[in-house]
């Protein structure tokens, strides 16, 4: 059985099984799916179901906004496209507007227009009278005896005071490298095509202005009083949105090391190992992992023979494998240090269960390493760890099976659970799922890794122990993982691209006793455009409202949408997975900016919910620390 590396970005899984060698069948492979991703799978076709006959009411967006200031004109009316999805006739529509109980009312008209579809819902608000403050409006769009319907439309009107006038806005992109020797680094990244603000109510895009003298620092000048959105465009495709109300925004992330320059050719390194613990074919397994550099592999099963206590000559390419099971790694430099642990698979807990923990450690340093060029390492003479860390463990695994929907027939969800301990500060353990640069880094070194197949019981293990032998410095981290497939497939693709429902809990090592129970559940009762999510959608139109239902469990901080195209790839018959764009807000509905999505294409969002006592969406939406939990539900296909 093999383990993706814990707290995995929020990214679709590639198709390309990029494991160097496969680990034996009884270890836990603690395999880095942030530089590597599980094999796509296998669909069984495309089904095409029958042209509707019926008529299917559908809305151009399911969210609206207004802004203005007290005392001036009203803003300019919107409206609505009500569309036919279906077939048949849409009989005209109807529109009604409703208010939270004790709000202020009558502020806000809806007109039907047209007699055939598309019909128009024109929406105009009116501030006589209003004082300043937020308010908001739902307006039902009922087609009567139609599928879709009733739809509902949220509306809010922002208005600000007299003399509140517009602000200067400061943003910040620096990012932090974090050492294994103790030290840090800001660097100024060059992913960003483009920066600027959006104004609530509609407007021209006010664009950044870059500070003199100071890198990776920006003005935004004639934001207006309230909330806002940033709108970050990455050289590398897609963008990013984040709604806030805040004068100064800190766009950074936290990185454990620098990534390192990736191999352009094989290059072969030779390994020299000794004092390895008899090597076990089906519980072995050899864990490789520099911070600084962001290597980890982990190699396993016949790497070795039977028996051996030392591994001279082993050949190993930095650039992957030619047979196509491995992945480029970086190139070491003379100060990095890298890793060499052995893992050993063994019984925990009563009920037949296994997990992996460190028998044999090393490292080595000195290691200058150049594209294409062969290299002797320095040796690692392994030692047994000495110090034994244990925790008493209550895994409640039906409650993180119950955050998400049932896996799809025929297949089983998966329960991880790590121990993982990384050089830098708790705030920095995890790498920041951001959704363009620098995704694919290991996140820490594991020293203890375990898994199960769903349906699985709850686990009252009892004491579970582990090897420690890292500097005081290294800090650790207990994350519990479970994940369901869900899988998507592009129109003319034969084979589908592996995404992943998932709901995990993480945070530092406790003392004692846990009980490992899940942050926050799955949203629920999501939409696209007024519709079921979760069911493949077509005619959402271009700028689609999205929303959903706070989860059942949980009371998160954040909420995150991803959106991505899917195609066919290239000379295959195979679905390829394009990022699009990311919407982060602490509300329960974004609005898919206009210019993202096209006519002709297919997409998939997945939808985050987040809880974390240091979850700052609004001023440093990527500085994210070791205590949170999310889970991950990815919508139906759904098209334009």
């Not at 340093?365 to 209550?394: K, R």
């Amino acid at each position: 059985m093999r383990l993706a590396h814990p707290r995995r970005p929020s990214r679709p899984r590639g198709r390309s099984a990029l494991r160097r060698r496969s680990p034996a069948p009884a270890a836990v492979a603690v395999a880095a799916l942030l530089l590597a991703a599980a094999c796509g799978r296998a669909s069984p076709g495309i089904f095409l179901p029958p042209r509707p006959t019926t008529p299917l009411l559908a809305l151009s967006t399911t969210a609206v906004a207004f802004a203005a200031t007290v005392g001036s004109a009203a803003p300019a009316a919107q409206a609505v496209t009500v569309s036919n999805a279906g077939g048949g006739v849409l009989p005209a529509p109807s529109a009604t507007v409703s208010y939270p109980a004790g709000a202020p009312s009558g502020w806000l008209a809806a007109a039907v227009t047209g007699s055939a579809a598309p019909y128009g819902v024109t929406l105009a608000p009116t501030v006589a009278g209003l004082a300043a403050g937020t308010y908001a409006a739902t307006v039902t769009v009922t087609s009567a005896g139609v599928n879709g319907s009733p739809q509902e439309v949220a509306v809010t009107l922002d208005l600000t005071a007299p003399g509140a006038g517009t602000r200067t806005v400061t943003v910040t992109r620096i990012d932090t490298y974090w050492y294994e020797d103790g030290t840090t680094a800001p660097v100024t990244p060059n992913d960003l095509a483009g920066l600027s603000a959006l104004p609530a109510g509609g407007g021209a895009a006010l664009p950044a202005v870059a500070v003199a003298g100071t890198p990776g620092s920006w003005t935004i000048a004639g934001v207006p009083s309230g909330t806002y959105t940033l709108r970050l465009d990455y050289a590398a495709g897609g963008s990013s949105f984040v709604q806030t109300a805040a004068s100064s925004v800190d766009l950074g992330r936290d990185f454990g090391g620098d990534f390192g320059t990736l191999p352009t050719a094989s290059t072969v390194a030779t390994f020299d190992w000794s004092n390895l613990l008899s090597w076990n074919q089906k519980t072995d397994s050899i864990e490789l992992y520099a911070c600084d550099a962001g290597v980890y592999d982990l190699l396993g099963g016949s790497l070795l023979p039977a028996g051996a206590t030392s591994a001279r000559s082993l050949a190993y390419d930095w650039n992957g494998d030619p047979a196509g099971f491995g992945y480029p790694q970086p190139l070491l430099v003379a100060t990095d240090t890298l890793h060499v642990v052995q893992l050993r698979a063994g019984p925990v807990g009563s009920s037949g269960d296994v997990a992996s923990t460190a028998v044999a450690q090393g490292s080595l340093t000195g290691a200058a390493m150049a594209s294409a060029t062969p290299i002797t390492l320095p040796p690692v003479t392994l030692a047994p760890p000495t110090s034994l860390a244990t925790l008493n463990v209550t895994w409640q695994t039906s409650l993180f099976e119950a955050a998400l929907p049932a896996p799809p027939a025929g297949t089983a969800g998966s329960h991880q659970l790590f121990v993982v301990a990384h050089p830098s500060s708790l705030a920095t353990l995890w790498f920041v799922p951001e959704p363009i640069a620098l995704w694919n880094r290991a996140t820490g070194l594991v020293l203890l890794g375990a898994s199960l197949t769903a349906p699985a019981a709850d686990r009252a293990w009892g004491t579970v122990s582990w090897h420690r032998f890292l500097p005081s410095t290294w800090l650790e981290a207990l994350t519990a993982d479970y994940s369901t497939d869900a899988t998507r497939t592009a129109p003319g693709a034969t084979t589908g691209w592996a995404f992943a429902d998932e709901v995990f809990a993480t945070g530092p090592t406790p003392t004692g006793t846990v009980f490992l129970a899940p942050v926050v559940s799955m949203v629920q009762t999501p939409l696209i455009a007024g519709r079921g999510a979760l069911s493949p959608l077509t005619s959402v139109g271009t700028t689609p409202g999205i929303r959903w239902s706070a989860p059942a469990t949980g009371a998160p901080t954040s909420y995150r949408v991803q959106i991505f195209d899917l195609s066919v790839a290239l000379g295959t018959t195979s679905t390829s997975a394009t990022f699009v764009a990311e919407l982060i807000t602490t509300g329960t509905s974004v609005s898919v900016p206009a210019g993202l999505l096209a006519a002709g294409k297919t997409y998939v969002a997945q939808i985050v919910a987040r809880e974390a006592p240091d979850d700052r969406p609004a001023d440093a939406p990527y500085r994210i620390g070791a205590s949170d939990g999310e889970a991950i539900l990815w919508t139906g296909t759904f098209s334009p």
